[in-house]
């Protein structure tokens, strides 16, 4: 395994709200040659920067590895991380596959930071308060109801797997059921193609085509409600919105099970998932 390639899963491991499927080989090796690595990240929900570098730290002793000159730093959108990444603020942004195609596609001088076949990947799915068990129970029973019949699969061939990044994101459009009840949902437009909000303040992508099919399914009217990526947790608990997008954490004798899962926060079945890479600015 080389150098760079240890270094990017071992930041895979720790730095992302991922599915834990292996951290490497048990070896001596040095850190990155810069004497501070700094990772943009979209703001986690229950976890801070410190709890990221304590994590750090201990898969570093678990696991003899030196990465002490690692920096994760946390931002509320993916604009101020962007612009912190131009300014040379960070090193890199860490973020999806499709995602990083997106933003490539439309700023040339960024690129992949690492080119080596990962297989670390989030878990997509959503929050909700556990007190809505009704709400819970038919979400989750929408999710499996997409997954079977292939209407999930449908969507990512879409709106992901065949999206073309030169091509416009086209808006989604959520059915109004007379007469049914609301539900809230927080949007950010902060993971294009995935989640994205247009130039006319409507929401695109993914996320929100699984949005049109849940509403249908369980036969809600969805209110769509645009917030940073750092507000989800408050907008969540306070009751401005019933429902957050999330990713699933690792868990692990390192990483505990409520690194970034607020009390009082349910998490249904997962219905996407994105391999996770890092963006840098081309040299």
Same mark, same amino acid.
């Given at each position: 395994?080389?150098?760079?390639?240890?270094?990017?899963?071992?930041?895979?491991?720790?730095?992302? *709200?991922?599915?834990?499927?292996?951290?490497?080989?048990?070896?001596?090796?040095?850190?990155?040659?810069?004497?501070?690595?700094?990772?943009?990240? !979209?703001?986690?929900?229950?976890?801070?920067?410190?709890?990221?570098?304590?994590?750090?730290?201990?898969?570093?002793?678990?696991?003899?590895?030196?990465?002490?000159?690692?920096?994760?730093?946390?931002?509320?959108?993916?604009?101020?991380?962007?612009?912190?990444?131009?300014?040379?603020?960070?090193?890199?942004?860490?973020?999806?596959?499709?995602? /990083?195609?997106?933003?490539?596609?439309? #700023?040339?001088?960024?690129?992949?930071?690492?080119?080596?076949?990962?297989?670390?990947?989030?878990?997509?799915?959503? /929050?909700?308060?556990?007190?809505?068990?009704?709400?819970?129970?038919?979400?989750?029973?929408?999710?499996?109801?997409?997954?079977?019949?292939?209407?999930?699969?449908?969507?990512?061939?879409?709106?992901? *797997?065949?999206?073309?990044? #030169?091509?416009?994101?086209?808006?989604?459009?959520?059915?109004?059921?007379?007469?049914?009840?609301?539900?809230?949902?927080?949007?950010?437009?902060?993971?294009?193609?995935?989640?994205?909000?247009?130039?006319?303040?409507? *929401?695109?992508?993914? #996320?929100? *085509?699984?949005?049109?099919? !849940?509403?249908?399914?369980?036969?809600? #009217?969805?209110? !769509?409600?645009?917030?940073?990526?750092?507000?989800?947790?408050?907008?969540?608990?306070?009751?401005?919105?019933?429902?957050?997008?999330?990713?699933?954490?690792?868990?692990?004798?390192?990483?505990?099970?409520?690194?970034?899962?607020?009390?009082?926060?349910?998490?249904?079945?997962?219905?996407?998932?994105?391999?996770?890479?890092?963006?840098?600015?081309?040299?």
């Amino acid at each position: 395994m080389t150098l760079r390639k240890i270094f990017a899963v071992m930041l895979m491991c720790i730095f992302s *709200a991922a599915i834990l499927t292996g951290c490497g080989e048990e070896k001596k090796v040095e850190a990155p040659a810069t004497s501070e690595f700094k990772i943009g990240m !979209l703001a986690h929900m229950n976890a801070t920067e410190k709890n990221f570098d304590n994590f750090i730290q201990k898969i570093s002793e678990t696991f003899n590895f030196k990465m002490s000159s690692y920096d994760p730093i946390f931002f509320d959108n993916l604009s101020s991380m962007q612009m912190a990444l131009e300014s040379g603020q960070i090193n890199a942004i860490s973020t999806y596959k499709c995602v /990083a195609d997106y933003l490539i596609a439309k #700023n040339p001088k960024l690129e992949i930071a690492d080119n080596d076949t990962l297989n670390f990947v989030d878990a997509f799915c959503f /929050a909700l308060r556990e007190g809505d068990k009704d709400l819970i129970g038919m979400v989750n029973k929408a999710i499996v109801e997409m997954r079977d019949d292939g209407t999930l699969d449908e969507l990512n061939k879409k709106y992901v *797997a065949n999206f073309k990044t #030169n091509e416009e994101i086209s808006a989604v459009e959520i059915q109004n059921i007379s007469g049914a009840n609301t539900i809230k949902v927080a949007v950010t437009g902060d993971l294009p193609p995935l989640d994205f909000i247009d130039a006319e303040g409507k *929401a695109a992508g993914f #996320n929100t *085509a699984v949005l049109a099919e !849940l509403s249908r399914k369980i036969g809600r #009217n969805i209110e !769509l409600v645009q917030i940073d990526s750092g507000a989800r947790a408050a907008a969540l608990n306070s009751g401005r919105v019933d429902i957050v997008f999330w990713a699933i954490v690792p868990v692990s004798e390192i990483i505990p099970s409520n690194a970034d899962k607020p009390a009082g926060v349910e998490l249904t079945t997962p219905y996407y998932r994105g391999r996770i890479v890092h963006v840098k600015m081309k040299k």
